[in-house]
């Protein structure tokens, strides 16, 4: 079947294409499983050499698009961690996953590099822009000469002249925060070169349910997270699971809920197989991708069903899937999939927020995702933060523990 653009993607790439030619950079604020990477592509026809940026897991998914829209222009298509390996210079930019290079107050390593690179023109973009706070559009757009702050020399001078400074409180005492950077402040900026979009104006109709299933769990992890809140120490015949400190405690009750734990020689084991033995009773017959917090999690999940990590096997072959939550959040398409199994939670509200859509598609109308939470586990509490846009946090969890 010869592959054709959606309207709103063809509308899209002209109109991406006249404003990056007008001001040198574009940002593509497109809502997660639209199609913005075959948008960006269909821009990129207009450049004779170009590199695209993304997140390992989310390369084979973009040569896939580059093949399936027939394209043959020169394109270079790597992940962050690999720029260092890119020699010549680019008439065209892209940075998928944005966000990605977004660290304030000090911009990262990849945006340093990428500030070496990017000698013409630019698009970044991604479904969430700015996830925790617009100050973190700076280092963005910081990596082309051509940024609209580029007035500003560096975060602080942006900040000064355009945030609003807040004094937090913090276990090391009083610190300065530079969170607080109001869009109104910055919008006449960002406007003019920013295409946005939501999956409602695209034609988008699916909905997301959600289920919840408790999982009993077992004598020896009741116990043990009993005993580990009295002693704050275990010490097993070759083995010793130490939580002196809040955090460290938070730790090991998130690792222990879901029948995992890593000990402080550094190996990791598996003690209740409970969740995995429930994906494998109650979900006979159907496609799955599951999401993993902690290593130890995944050999539970392989010991009783067949799962990939690959993508592209994934989708071709009859293997379900099993992704870490922060690596499998963005850039990957899970519309194969019947369900989305949540094995554990990550505290991060942004991965909450992304991870339930990867099965979205334009012509899909439900999306269903089960979460698996320990009955006496954290998970629920760390669930009811993250669904009202919160990161679950130190404080939380010695609120909601009582530690």
């Known amino acids: 079947m010869e592959f054709k653009l959606r309207d709103y993607q063809e509308v899209g790439s002209k109109e991406g294409l006249l404003l990056l030619r007008k001001n040198k950079i574009l940002i593509i604020n497109w809502e997660c499983r639209i199609g913005k990477s075959h948008t960006a592509l269909e821009i990129a026809k207009d450049y004779n050499r170009v590199l695209f940026v993304t997140k390992k897991k989310a390369i084979s998914s973009i040569e896939s698009d580059y093949k399936k829209a027939g394209h043959s222009y020169d394109i270079t298509i790597i992940n962050y961690e690999s720029l260092h390996k890119v020699n010549g210079e680019f008439d065209l930019i892209i940075c998928d996953e944005s966000h990605s290079i977004s660290k304030f107050p000090k911009p990262s390593q990849k945006a340093k590099l990428l500030k070496t690179m990017v000698k013409n023109d630019l698009i970044i973009m991604s479904g969430t822009l700015c996830p925790e706070s617009f100050s973190q559009i700076y280092h963005q757009l910081w990596i082309s000469k051509y940024s609209p702050f580029r007035q500003y020399i560096n975060f602080y001078k942006f900040f000064n002249a355009l945030g609003t400074p807040e004094v937090v409180y913090t276990s090391y005492g009083m610190a300065k925060s530079y969170k607080n950077m109001p869009y109104e402040n910055i919008a006449k900026q960002i406007e003019p070169i920013k295409l946005a979009l939501t999956q409602q104006e695209a034609g988008f109709t699916s909905s997301i349910t959600e289920t919840i299933i408790e999982i009993k769990q077992s004598d020896l992890i009741r116990g043990l997270i009993r005993q580990l809140k009295e002693d704050k120490v275990i010490v097993g015949k070759n083995n010793v699971i130490l939580a002196e400190t809040a955090v460290k405690m938070m730790q090991k009750i998130h690792q222990l809920s879901s029948g995992t734990v890593k000990f ?59 992704l870490q939550f922060v690596s499998g959040r963005e850039g990957v398409n899970l519309s194969k999939a019947d369900y989305i199994i949540a094995y554990n939670i990550d505290f991060s509200a942004v991965t909450y927020w992304q991870f339930r859509d990867r099965m979205t598609t334009i012509d899909r109308k439900e999306n269903i995702v089960h979460w698996l939470f320990s009955s006496g586990g954290i998970e629920y509490d760390i669930y009811k933060a993250v669904l009202d846009k919160k990161n679950y946090t130190l404080k939380t969890f010695k609120k909601t523990v009582g530690y």
């Open 264 to 322: 402080e020689s550094g190996e990791s084991a598996v003690l209740d197989y409970s969740k995995a033995n429930y994906i494998r009773d109650n979900f006979k017959g159907k496609k799955l991708a599951i999401f993993y917090k902690f290593t130890a999690e995944l050999k539970a999940i392989k010991s009783v069903i067949d799962v990939t990590q690959d993508l592209e096997e994934f989708n071709n072959t009859d293997k379900h899937i099993a």
